[in-house]
């Protein structure tokens, strides 16, 4: 069974910091790869970082040098460790995943909300 389940989401002020936790079954931290995506009401989802299997990151450019993608292993779980918060990255965070040889985000977590005011 796969599944990944998100928490750590929350509201905080604006400066302030976040950490999203995303445990994983089912889906190998250490052979594919993951994902977090965020989707602000009216507005398209967009992947804000990604980690491979052998650990190389991505950022989108409105979070670069802000948030850290990172992952553990051995507890089969991703993080995103958000700071300098903005009230533009209020959104709906989701963890995603894919298997190594895939080329979609084909499994899901349920959303943790990001509010920052």
């Known amino acids: 069974h796969v599944q990944l389940v998100e928490s750590g989401g929350g509201s905080v002020q604006a400066g302030g910091s976040l950490r999203l936790s995303c445990v994983a079954s089912?889906?190998?931290?250490?052979?594919?790869?993951m994902a977090w995506f965020r989707q602000a009401p009216g507005k398209e989802r967009e992947r804000v970082a990604s980690i491979s299997s052998s650990g190389g990151t991505t950022y989108t450019d409105s979070v670069k040098g802000r948030f850290t993608i990172s992952k553990d292993n051995i507890k089969n779980t991703l993080y995103l460790q958000m700071n300098s918060l903005k009230p533009e990255d209020t959104a709906m965070y989701y963890c995603?995943?894919?298997?190594?040889?895939?080329?979609?985000?084909?499994?899901w977590g349920q959303g943790t909300q990001v509010t920052v005011s």
């Open positions: 995603a995943a894919k298997y190594f040889w895939y080329t979609d985000w084909h499994v």
């Open positions: 089912g889906i190998s931290s250490s052979r594919d790869d």
